[in-house]
């Protein structure tokens, strides 16, 4: 069997579907986003990208500012609906009952359900095509204590987090390594 060769296209897998949230806490709207990433560890760069059509647009465009909220598998179908209703017509908030909670550094609210969020002021926008990039700066993250163990280390793996890929949703599976465990020499036990 070989491979084949396809046209460009954007079969990038697994990416995380979030729910980003934008405006303010009193007419605040969430919209599910795939296209989204980061881009620079120092400083903390990521990029979501949108459609000109979507209702949360020009909120963005406007407000500069967003909250990108990463869900569990738990809240599949939440993160489908946000991506399916818009905000011009559906509290989607109160639709799928989630609780929107105020974020440190930004007026758009943080979801409470969300293990992590990340905070994030845009400093550049660019049109790219069917999507417009919005480059920003993660300004603060707050992350659920749930997932925090007694040393302070984030466990992130405990919270479940949800995979989108290729059109559809995944748990995450189990962990099967992590960073530098490849050349990580073992630590030797005395019986
Ligand atoms: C899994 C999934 C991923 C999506 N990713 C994006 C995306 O990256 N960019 C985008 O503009 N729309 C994306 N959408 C579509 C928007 O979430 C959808 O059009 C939504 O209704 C927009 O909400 P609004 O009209 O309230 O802004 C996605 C939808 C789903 C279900």
């Known amino acids: 069997m070989g491979r084949q060769h396809w046209k460009g296209s954007v079969l990038m897998a697994p990416v995380p579907p979030a729910l980003v949230t934008c405006g303010s806490s009193e007419k605040p709207n969430i919209l599910t986003v795939a296209w989204t990433g980061i881009v620079c560890t120092h400083p903390p760069v990521t990029y979501i990208s949108v459609r000109p059509s979507r209702y949360s647009y020009p909120i963005l465009l406007e407000r500069g500012e967003f909250v990108i909220n990463l869900p569990t598998s738990a809240m599949a179908k939440t993160v489908d609906l946000c991506g399916m209703k818009t905000g011009a017509e559906v509290n989607k908030a109160r639709v799928c009952g989630l609780t929107l909670i ?25 049109a790219l095509g069917s999507h417009t990039m919005f480059l920003a700066e993660v300004t603060a993250v707050s992350v659920d204590e749930r997932f925090m163990d007694s040393k302070g280390k984030l466990n992130l793996q405990q919270a479940g987090l949800l ?20 050349v990580r020499r073992r630590k030797k036990h005395s019986t």
């Not at 550094?105 to 002021?121: D, F, K």
């Not at 995979?163 to 490849?182: M, P, Q």
């Open 102 to 126: 105020p974020s440190e550094t930004v007026a758009a609210p943080s979801i409470e359900e969300c293990p992590v969020s990340l905070e994030c002021r845009v400093t550049e926008t660019k």
């Open 163 to 182: 995979a989108y890929a290729h059109g559809e949703y995944f748990a995450l599976g189990r962990k099967c390594g992590d960073f530098g465990f490849s």
